[in-house]
C-alpha cells in the first residue's frame, strides 16, 4: 500500500481530492534526559508530558544543568535526546557544550534552554551540532513540538487525521453519525477514508454498509506484531468509492479484553495510508478507550437532549479535558432532537452545561433512518436531498480541518552535524 499523498488512484477529470488538515505526529518511543538548574524550567519540562503526543516517552529530570549532564554520562549510557539547561554566559556555553560531546553518544540530540535571546548565539549553536535552541522563560507546548520536529523524518509524509466518535450514553447513535460523516468526508473531499469499528460485541459498521467482510479489526489486532501496510491493505473491505472498513466481529462467543494500547499500533499504521481514519469507539469505559481518546486529533461526543446524556457527557468531557490540556474540548452532536412528547433539554442549554461547542443539532425522523439502517445505506443514499445531509457535511469539514484557518508550520530546528556525531571515547 502506498502513501496516500502518493496514491495513484483515477479521480474524475476537473475533481481532485481537497486537502484535508493531517494529524499529530506522534513522537516515537524515546528516552529523553533533562538537566535544569532551576525547579520552574523542571516543571515546564515535565508538564510536556502531558501533551498526547509524548504518550510514549520516557522522561527524566535531574539537577545540576551541563555539568551534571557531563558527570552523569562518564559513566552512564546517553538517551535519544537530552535537554540542558545553561545559565552560562553566551561565550562559555559552546566550550561546556564541547565537554559534554566527549561522554556522549554518536546518535544523540541535544537541544539546550537558555536564558539569552541572541541571534548569533542561536547560529553558532546550530552550526556547532545542538539541534534546537529555545529561551526560556517558554511553555511545554514549545518544548514539544521542537521534539516533534526533530524525531519527525525529513521529508516524512504527513499523517492521516483521526477522529473518534463516541456516544454519551448507549444507543445515542454515535456510529450511525459516525458512519454518515464518513461517506460526507469521502463524498465531498474525495478522500480516502477508514473507518475503524471498536466495538468488537456489537459493531455495526458492516450492517450500516451492507457489509460481511471475512476479515476486519480484530484479525489487525491480532496481527500487530507482523502488522504492515500490506497486510492492513488485505485485511480492509472496501464499502463505497473512498470508503474502507476494519469491521468488528460482532459476536459473543468470547470476550474482548484489551490492553490500554492494543489499538496503538494499528491507528498510526492506519495513519499512515489514508487522509481520515474515523474511530467507531463504543460507549465503553475502560484503559483502551480512555487512552485512544486522548491521542485522537479530534472527539466528538454524540448525545441525546435528555438528563442521563447530560449528566455522562458532562463527566466524559470533564475528563477529556484533563487528559487533553491544551487540545480543543470535544465538539458535541446532539442526535434525535425533537422526539414527539419527549420532554428535552434545549440544545443551547445542554451543550452550555458541558462547556463544549455544539456542532450539529440532528432532527428526529425515524421514517429515514429506519429506512437507511434496514437497507444497509447511509442517509445520502437514502434521501439524497434531506436536509441532514447538509449538517454531515458541515460536520464532516469541520473535523477534517476545512474550516479552520491555516496555520504558519514552525520552523525545524537544525540537525546534529559535528559536536554530538562525536564517538564515546
Not at 546550530?126 to 539541534?131: E, L
Not at 456489537?202 to 507482523?226: C, R, V
Not at 443551547?348 to 462547556?355: K, L, T, V, W
Request: charged share 20%; hydrophobic share 40%.
Amino acid at each position: 500500500m502506498t502513501s496516500f499523498l502518493s496514491s495513484t488512484e483515477t479521480r474524475p477529470a476537473g475533481e481532485p481530492p481537497l486537502d484535508v488538515a493531517s494529524g499529530a505526529r506522534m513522537i516515537p518511543r524515546i528516552t529523553i534526559q533533562a538537566f535544569c538548574e532551576h525547579s520552574q524550567t523542571a516543571s515546564m519540562v515535565e508538564s510536556g508530558l502531558t501533551d498526547r503526543r509524548m504518550s510514549k516517552v520516557a522522561l527524566t529530570t535531574h539537577n545540576g544543568g551541563i555539568e551534571g549532564a557531563i558527570e552523569t554520562y562518564r559513566s552512564n549510557p546517553t538517551p535519544n535526546l537530552i535537554i540542558i539547561e545553561t545559565t552560562l554566559p553566551p561565550g562559555e556555553i559552546t566550550r561546556a557544550l564541547e565537554r559534554l560531546a566527549e561522554v556522549c553518544d554518536a546518535a544523540t540530540r541535544l537541544i539546550v534552554l537558555g536564558h539569552v535571546n541572541d541571534v548569533v548565539l542561536y547560529r553558532e549553536l546550530i552550526r556547532s551540532g545542538v539541534s534546537e535552541y529555545l529561551v526560556l522563560p517558554s511553555t511545554p507546548q514549545v518544548l514539544v513540538e521542537a521534539i516533534s520536529d526533530l524525531f519527525a523524518a525529513e521529508g516524512a509524509a504527513p499523517v492521516g487525521r483521526t477522529i473518534g466518535f463516541v456516544s454519551a450514553k448507549g444507543g445515542a447513535g454515535g456510529s450511525t453519525v459516525a458512519h454518515n460523516v464518513a461517506w460526507a468526508i469521502s463524498q465531498y473531499l474525495r478522500q480516502d477514508v477508514l473507518i475503524l469499528d471498536m466495538d468488537f460485541a456489537f459493531g455495526t459498521a458492516g450492517l450500516d454498509f451492507n457489509q460481511d467482510p471475512p476479515h476486519g479489526l480484530a484479525d489487525a489486532i491480532s496481527a500487530s506484531q507482523k502488522m504492515d501496510g500490506v497486510l492492513l491493505d488485505r485485511l480492509m473491505s472496501r464499502a463505497a468509492s473512498h470508503v474502507n472498513l476494519l469491521t468488528a466481529p460482532a459476536t459473543l462467543e468470547r470476550t474482548y479484553d484489551f490492553e490500554e494500547r492494543e489499538f496503538e499500533e494499528v491507528v498510526e499504521l492506519a495513519q499512515k495510508t489514508t487522509p481520515v481514519v474515523i474511530l467507531d469507539i463504543p460507549h465503553y469505559w475502560g484503559a483502551w478507550v480512555r487512552h485512544t481518546l486522548a491521542t485522537v486529533d479530534e472527539v466528538v461526543l454524540v448525545a441525546e437532549p435528555d438528563l442521563a446524556n447530560l449528566r455522562n457527557a458532562k463527566n466524559i468531557v470533564d475528563t477529556l479535558k484533563s487528559l487533553r490540556p491544551g487540545e480543543a474540548a470535544p465538539e458535541l452532536v446532539l442526535n434525535r432532537v425533537g422526539v414527539p412528547k419527549r420532554p428535552e433539554i434545549s440544545p443551547a442549554e445542554f451543550s452550555s452545561s458541558i462547556a463544549c461547542r455544539l456542532l450539529a443539532q440532528l432532527p428526529f425522523d425515524a421514517a429515514v433512518f429506519g429506512a437507511a439502517a434496514n437497507n444497509g445505506q447511509m442517509i445520502a443514499e437514502v434521501a439524497s436531498s434531506h436536509k441532514i445531509n447538509e449538517q454531515f457535511h458541515a460536520i464532516g469539514m469541520h473535523v477534517t480541518g476545512r474550516s479552520a484557518p491555516e496555520t504558519a508550520a514552525r520552523s525545524q530546528g537544525g540537525r546534529l552535524s559535528t559536536l554530538f556525531r562525536r564517538k564515546r571515547a
